[in-house]
């Protein structure tokens, strides 16, 4: 999607951290999580939306935000653009390839492909597709 004129974009790479990827966008025993500026917050109470999921058509929680918590989100990204657009090209590169990297490996080892279908409805070799053309991209 083309980006509005002046539109901040990236990661900030001094804050880079890596992600978890969890089954329900959870953290273990809580509720629906939100991360903000690379750190987790909490959904907001009773604000908890639900979406269906084509799979198996039951309910699944995700995070609820107040504006707050929207207008923190575009404050992060602001933030994080001027180091983002201040990295060569190879270095995004790098960036990106090792958050693919990163990816990768989680998905591997939290079954991913499976993952993907319970979520999106995707049949089995369609998502294990996905996976394994996420690590050619980054050879």
């Known amino acids: ?10 990661p900030k790479m001094s804050e880079t951290r890596s992600t978890v990827i969890t089954h329900d966008s959870h953290v273990a025993g809580e509720g629906p999580v939100l991360t903000i500026g690379g750190e987790p917050q909490p959904g907001a109470a009773g604000l908890t939306r639900y979406t269906i999921r084509p799979a198996g058509r039951d309910r699944r929680p995700r995070a609820g935000r107040r504006p707050a918590q929207l207008d923190a989100a575009v404050s992060a990204a602001r933030r994080a653009a001027p180091a983002w657009r201040a990295l060569s090209v190879a270095e995004r590169v790098a960036a990106l390839a090792s958050a693919a990297t990163t990816a990768a490996e989680q998905l591997a080892a939290r079954d991913g492909a499976r993952l993907y279908t319970r979520e999106h409805g995707k049949v089995l070799s369609e998502a294990n597709f996905e996976i394994s053309t996420g690590r050619a991209w980054r050879r």
């Open 1 to 10: 999607m083309p980006r509005a004129s002046g539109e901040e974009k990236g």
